[in-house]
């Protein structure tokens, strides 16, 4: 049984897959407590890997993305297993502070100021602005690094850094943006 917060379908509106049409997997709970956090997510209801299946395959899109809360709290490598048998191309939005199954299709990971990071693999690197030195994360081994405004709030701060550190791409909150969950 996992802690499930909801599933929903919508696009991706973060990162590298922007405006992909996606279904959501948001586990309840997490390890850190970033004060900026945009997410109610302790609430949830157990469910078994066969109700995950049966809701996620109720959407078209071929990709899921796990989330949360914190989802390598919850995922292992039978349930990644079972999403690519429903013919599922598995994303994980994380904060990278613990391992993850090495069969995930895509790692966004989102690393956060005084965590330690468990993780090597990651294919982009998400960071929330708040004025930090980004240089720190430029050593990660990841193919794609995004900067992203804090609540929509320091947008051209976050531009600004991004246009002076061109190895970075903006993610806007396109979800917030264009009103879809
Ligand atoms: C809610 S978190 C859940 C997944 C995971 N716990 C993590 O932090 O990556 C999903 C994404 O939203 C980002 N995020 C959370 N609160 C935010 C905020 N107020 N403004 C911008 N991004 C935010 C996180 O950094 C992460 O990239
Ligand atoms: N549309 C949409 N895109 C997202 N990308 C990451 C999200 C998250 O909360 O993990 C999220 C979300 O909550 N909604
Ligand atoms: S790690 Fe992610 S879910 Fe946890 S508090 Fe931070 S932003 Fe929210
Ligand atoms: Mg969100």
Known sequence: MRKINEIFYSLQGEGYHT?????????????????????????????????????VSKYPAATVILTGGEPSLWIDDALVDRLHEAGKYV??????????????DWVTCSPKQGARLAITRMDE?????????????ERLSAEHFFLQPCSCYNTALTVDCVM??????????????????
């Open 19 to 55: 405006g992909t049409p996606a279904v959501f997997v948001r586990f309840s709970g997490c390890n850190l407590k970033c004060s900026f956090c945009d997410t109610q997510h302790e609430e949830g209801t157990l469910m078994t890997d066969d109700e995950i299946i049966a809701e």
């Open 164 to 181: 002076r550190h061109p190895k970075w791409r903006l993610s806007l909150q396109t979800h917030k943006l264009i009103d879809i969950r």
């Open 91 to 104: 994303c994980i939005e994380t904060n990278g502070t613990r391992p993850l199954p090495a069969s995930i």
């Open 125 to 137: 690197v998400k960071v929330v602005y708040e004025g930090q030195d980004i240089s720190i994360y």
